[in-house]
C-alpha cells in the first residue's frame, strides 16, 4: 500500500472535491484493499473468474460513481464502509447480472497470488470473516513493506529479508542458529533484532490502524479486532 500524509477518511472527504491528487490516492487506496474484497466474494460462493469480474467491476464503479461522497467518517470505521458499501454492490449486482461488464473502466492486474490468497481466506468461515482475515493480512502487508522500506534507507534489507520470517511466526532454536550463522551474529544479538523489528512492525501496524478510524476508541477496537484475526502474529 501507498504511504499517504493523510488518513483514509481525508482522502475519502478530499476526493469529493474532484481533487487529482486525492482521487490517485483514493484509486491506490482501492488497490491495497483488493485482497479482503475478493476474499468476500468468494466467501459468498462465486466461482474463481466470475468474483473477479465482480472485484473489478465493484472497485470501477467505486470510483466512477463516487460511492465516497456518501461516505461519513463519524458513521464508523473505513473498513466497515468498504464491506458494507460491498454488500450493497453484490445485491445490484446479482440483480443485473446479465448486464454487467466486465471491470468498467479501471482493470487492476490479476495475480495467481491474490486468487490463491482468496481462496486460502475463504477457509475462514463466513464471507465476513474471509474479510476481515484479508482486511488484516492487507493491513500487515502494508507494515511490512514500510518496515523492508526503512531496512533499505538504513542499509539493513539483507538482515530483515532473511529475519521477516520471524517476525510473524515465533521461530525456534535451529531458525535462530540458522539465521545467525548466515549473519555471522552471536545468538542473542540476533534475538535483540528480531525484537526490535517486531516492536517496530507493531508500531506501523498501528499507524496503518490509525488511518482507517476517527478517534482513540475506534484505533483501539480495531487494533483488538485485527490482534482476534491474526493470532499470535501481533503478540
Known sequence: MARFDTTHWSIVARARGDSRDARSALELLCRAYRPPV???????????????DLAQTFFARFLEAAWHAVADPDRGRFRAFLLTALKRFLINADAEAHAMKRGGGMR?????????SA?????????????????????????MRR???????????????????????????????????????????????????RHRLREL?????????????ELEAELRDLRATLGNVME
Not at 501496524?205 to 476508541?217: D, K, L, M, N, P
Open 119 to 143: 481462496d486460502w481466506m475463504i477457509d475462514s468461515g463466513s464471507p465476513e470473516r474471509a474479510f476481515e482475515r484479508g482486511w488484516a493480512l492487507a493491513v500487515l502487508d502494508s507494515a
Open 38 to 52: 475478493l476474499a468476500y466474494i468468494r466467501g459468498r460462493g462465486y466461482t474463481a473468474d466470475v468474483a473477479e
Open 147 to 197: 518496515l523492508r522500506g526503512e531496512a533499505e534507507q538504513s542499509g539493513k534489507v539483507a538482515m530483515f529479508d532473511l529475519l521477516k520470517e520471524f517476525l510473524t511466526e515465533r521461530p525456534d532454536e535451529a531458525d535462530y542458529a540458522r539465521a545467525a550463522a548466515a549473519l555471522n551474529l552471536r545468538r542473542n544479538t540476533l534475538a535483540v533484532a528480531v525484537h526490535r523489528l
Open 205 to 217: 501496524v498501528r499507524e496503518e490502524i490509525a488511518q482507517t478510524t476517527v478517534g482513540r476508541a
Open 108 to 116: 487492476m492486474n490479476t495475480l495467481a497470488d491474490d486468487q490463491a
